[in-house]
Every structure is written in structure tokens, then in C-alpha cells.
């Protein structure tokens, strides 16, 4: 069974405290993997796709990697605007267009 | 680019009536448009698939009868919530999915249900 799995479930940083955000995942051919980040009601804002083992992508304080098991979202120096909970998602190759989403990662950066 | 929007951003409604909600991908074509529901500090529960021009396709335990989709064109899907109670009350968020190497998907802002 497909599987995606976050952690952790919360995090508290403070500011200019970098940290790391765990993506497990089992699934049976990985098309494609990505993060969102989400506000507190608002829908999840499209932040990386990675696609291959050894790939990463970076935007501003954020740089995303994956392996054939797992995804880091790694937080440089973050800062308080960085607050937000974080979703990873997953879409296999035997489940079409879906995506499987893990549980979230609440960050919160303390000034 | 790949805008999502939703409206209404939130609604109130008596118990017993119906409510659409339509999505809208303002600037790329979304050939499949996802549904999902979120409750209170949890992840996205997705509720449907919807293809353009088809059926919708809906994830077991989900009432297709209760969630009507319709996905009428390639920038436009509704979800009307029909006979709504109480326990329909939550947070909606559709997605477009843009046809491209990776098939992202976008989202939409949301719509808080709150059924008196």
C-alpha cells in the first residue's frame, strides 16, 4: 500500500535555525514528488516538484532533495514569515493522476 | 502563472440546503480537477476526481449523490453540496492539474462550509 509519512508532526525554531523536514514514502514507482506550504486557511501554495533520486531544487531559505525512500525540505537561517505548515505529496505510477499526502509538518520560527 | 481560484471563499447555510462551490484555473487548462476536504489541523482528504467532459470519479466512503461534481469545460468545475447538515461543515479545496512533465497540481484558496 502506498504510504507517505512526515515528520515531524511540529517544529519550533528560532530564527536563523536551520532544520530539516522529513518526506518518507513507499510507493510503487514514484512519477513525482512535492511540497506546498500552507497558511492557516488558505489552500496549499505549490512549492517544489522533484522527480528523480539526487535531485534538488532551492528557493530562497528553502532547498528540497530526494532519495529512493524519503525528501528533505531543508530551512536555512529561517525567519517568522517561514511559519506555516508544510505537506509533502507523492503521486505513483500505479494510482494515475492522484497525489498522496502526508500529514504536514507545523513549523513555527520564533523571533 | 497556474492560478486557482474558488468561490465562494466562505459560506453559511441553513441545514437542508444545497451549496456550489466553483473552481477556476484562471490561466492554464486543467484537464483534472481534484476535490479535497480538510478538517482541523489535518492533511487534505481528497474527495473526487473530476475530468473534463466526464464523470467524476469519487474515493470510497465519499456520496456521489450528496457531492455532485460537474466539470463542464477546461477552466471551470463546481462541487454543490446538496442537503447539507451539520457534519458537511468544513474547509474545501479544489486543485487543477497542469499537463506537463510532472502534472502539478494548483490550488485553490478554499471555501469554509458552515452548515447551521
Known amino acids: 500500500e502506498d504510504q507517505v509519512t512526515q515528520s515531524p508532526e511540529a517544529l519550533r525554531l528560532q530564527e536563523g535555525e536551520s532544520s530539516s523536514l522529513n518526506c518518507s514514502y513507499t510507493?510503487?514507482?514514484?512519477?513525482?514528488l512535492f511540497w506546498y506550504r500552507q497558511d492557516p486557511g488558505k489552500g496549499p501554495e505549490f512549492l517544489f516538484t522533484?522527480?528523480?533520486a539526487g535531485e534538488e531544487k532551492e528557493k530562497e531559505r528553502l532547498k528540497a532533495t530526494l532519495t529512493k525512500k524519503e525528501s528533505f525540505l531543508h530551512i536555512t537561517a529561517p525567519k517568522p514569515e517561514d511559519s506555516a505548515t508544510y505537506l509533502c505529496?507523492?503521486?505513483?505510477?500505479?494510482?494515475?493522476?492522484?497525489?498522496?499526502f502526508g500529514t504536514g509538518t507545523s513549523l513555527t520560527v520564533i523571533p | 502563472g497556474a492560478v486557482v481560484s474558488q468561490h465562494p471563499s466562505w459560506v453559511i447555510c441553513k441545514s437542508g440546503t444545497s451549496v456550489k462551490i466553483e473552481c477556476r484555473s484562471l490561466?492554464?487548462?486543467?484537464?483534472?480537477m481534484f476535490w479535497y476536504r480538510q478538517f482541523p489541523k489535518q492533511s487534505l482528504m481528497l474527495m473526487a476526481t473530476?475530468?473534463?467532459?466526464?464523470?467524476?470519479?469519487?474515493e470510497q466512503g465519499v456520496e456521489k449523490d450528496k457531492f455532485l461534481i460537474n466539470h463542464a469545460s477546461l477552466t471551470l468545475s463546481t462541487l454543490t453540496v446538496t442537503s447539507a447538515h451539520p457534519e458537511d461543515s468544513s474547509f474545501y479545496i479544489c486543485?487543477?492539474?497542469?499537463?506537463?512533465?510532472?502534472?502539478?497540481?494548483?490550488f485553490g484558496p478554499g471555501t469554509r462550509l458552515t452548515v447551521l
Open positions: 522533484l522527480y528523480s
Open positions: 505529496a507523492v503521486q505513483a505510477s500505479d494510482t494515475g493522476n492522484q497525489f498522496y
Open positions: 486543485s487543477g492539474q497542469r499537463i506537463s512533465s510532472y502534472n502539478e497540481q494548483f
Open positions: 490561466d492554464f487548462q486543467a484537464t483534472t
Open positions: 473530476s475530468n473534463e467532459g466526464s464523470k467524476a470519479t469519487y
Open positions: 510507493v510503487s514507482g514514484l512519477r513525482g
